[in-house]
T-cell receptor, first 112, second 110 residues
């Protein structure tokens, strides 16, 4: 089955800096890679996703890149703000498959 | 508003006392699941349901039961809770792509 590894487990950046979180996956059949943001006291919420037919996707200050050959994908947050502080999870699955595997999470702290 | 709701949000109980955590979704999703979240381990799936009366084990099903009698509801049952089930629990429902999570239930078993 799919195995997803996520690094780093904690990340602290200064407001305005960029943050990068990296994930690797094991199953080459996976073709859908969502990223979830979990704020304190809330459930994870989808913030961006990418399918395997594209290498990069951007939405304002966040972007995700995918390298299918190396089986890794990354979340990039530019111009970080204190409200970006949260736990971020990556996941991998086949798009119409219900077996979604999550990384262990990254706790991002943005210091004002 | 499209949402997944869970109750209770917080629960402290004692070993062996049966409990149920309810979950309901209003998006008419066929697929629902339960996860537990533990530090350093991320989200691990406990049970999932493909549709009414169809349930199956996830990665960590021991000590849990579920039922799916109606499409919108998917309760999680702990028949005899133990301290190692102290965790943060999330219910989720899913389209072919996106998964929607409930707000979480923090369970402490003494």
């Amino acid at each position: 089955g799919e195995n997803v590894e996520q690094h780093p487990s904690t990340l602290s950046v200064q407001e305005g800096d960029s943050a990068v979180i990296k994930c690797t996956y094991s199953d080459s059949a996976s073709n859908y890679f969502p990223w979830y943001k979990q704020e304190l006291g809330k459930g994870p919420q989808l913030i961006i996703d990418i399918r395997s037919n594209v290498g990069e996707k951007k939405d304002q200050r966040i972007a995700v890149t995918l390298n299918k050959t190396a089986k890794h994908f990354s979340l990039h947050i530019t111009e970080t703000q204190p409200e970006d502080s949260a736990v971020y999870f990556c996941a991998a699955t086949m798009y119409n498959n219900n077996d979604m595997r999550f990384g262990a999470g990254t706790r991002l702290t943005v210091k004002p | 508003e499209a949402q997944v709701t869970q109750n209770p949000r917080y629960l402290i109980t004692v070993t062996g006392k049966k409990l149920t955590v309810t979950c309901s979704q209003n998006m008419n999703h066929e697929y629902m699941s339960w996860y537990r979240q533990d530090p350093g381990l991320g989200l691990r799936q406990i049970y999932y349901s493909m549709n009414v009366e169809v349930t199956d084990k996830g990665d960590v099903p021991e000590g849990y039961k579920v039922s799916r009698k109606e499409k919108r509801n998917f309760p999680l049952i702990l028949e005899s809770p133990s301290p190692n089930q102290t965790s943060l629990y999330f219910c989720a429902s899913k389209t072919p792509g996106e998964q929607f999570f409930g707000p979480g239930t923090r369970l402490t078993v003494l």
